[in-house]
T-cell receptor
Framework: AQTVTQSQPEMSVQEAETVTLSCTYDTSESNYYLFWYKQPPSRQMILVIRQEAYKQQNATENRFSVNFQKAAKSFSLKISDSQLGDTAMYFCAFMRNFNKFYFGSGTKLNVKP | NAGVTQTPKFQVLKTGQSMTLQCAQDMNHEYMSWYRQDPGMGLRLIHYSVGAGITDQGEVPNGYNVSRSTTEDFPLRLLSAAPSQTSVYFC??????????????FGSGTQLSVL
């Protein structure tokens, strides 16, 4: 089975600063996808960013970027210019075969004014 | 485009009762799945389906049944509710037909309490 580990249960950051959330995973697969999902208090699951394992280039979506280290099986999320609306639970997820997603335990991010 | 519609949003059951959580998607996705979310454990896969008539077990299938008679619908049945099934349940769909669909589309979730 695949495992996804998020070692930071909770983090805080000041508004406008940068924060990095960590994620490691374990797999023997060579082709897979990695995701970061955001869950605000509304409970809705929102896709933040996606990375395909065969792509060397790190994915970027506006203020969100990843540091994908395939050999180290690491997939961290960097949030630049943090905003109050970024306050949420963040889940790292691993997918292969499009039908099985494996999630980490989540990191609760608190952006302080 | 409604996406993934999941009902009900909240439900309280007594131990031993049965119920069905409904899930429907209108995106013609072949893949559908059910997850439960518990504090400190992230989301765990209960059951999944790769197409109409095909279902399989995920990580935590015990106490749950599913069926997929159509592409659109994927209900989750609790056969005899137990307090350990108190959780938030999410239905999700995905597809490999379009690059934009190669991700999970989630329903709004169901908060289930079993007393």
């Amino acid at each position: 089975a695949q495992t996804v580990t998020q070692s930071q249960p909770e983090m805080s950051v000041q508004e406008a600063e940068t924060v990095t959330l960590s994620c490691t995973y374990d797999t023997s697969e060579s082709n897979y996808y990695l995701f970061w999902y955001k869950q605000p208090p509304s409970r809705q699951m929102i896709l933040v960013i996606r990375q395909e394992a065969y792509k060397q280039q790190n994915a970027t979506e506006n203020r969100f970027s990843v540091n994908f280290q395939k050999a180290a099986k690491s997939f961290s999320l960097k949030i630049s210019d943090s905003q109050l609306g970024d306050t949420a639970m963040y889940f790292c997820a691993f997918m292969r075969n499009f039908n099985k997603f494996y999630f980490g335990s989540g990191t609760k991010l608190n952006v302080k004014p | 485009n409604a996406g993934v519609t999941q009902t009900p949003k909240f439900q309280v059951l007594k131990t031993g009762q049965s119920m069905t959580l409904q899930c429907a998607q209108d995106m013609n996705h072949e893949y559908m799945s059910w997850y439960r979310q518990d504090p400190g454990m992230g989301l765990r896969l209960i059951h999944y389906s790769v197409g109409a008539g095909i279902t399989d077990q995920g990580e935590v299938p015990n106490g749950y049944n599913v069926s997929r008679s159509t592409t659109e619908d994927f209900p989750l049945r609790l056969l005899s509710a137990a307090p350990s099934q108190t959780s938030v349940y999410f239905c999700a769909s995905s597809s490999r037909d379009r690059a934009s669909d190669e991700k999970l589309f989630f329903g709004s979730g169901t908060q289930l309490s079993v007393l």
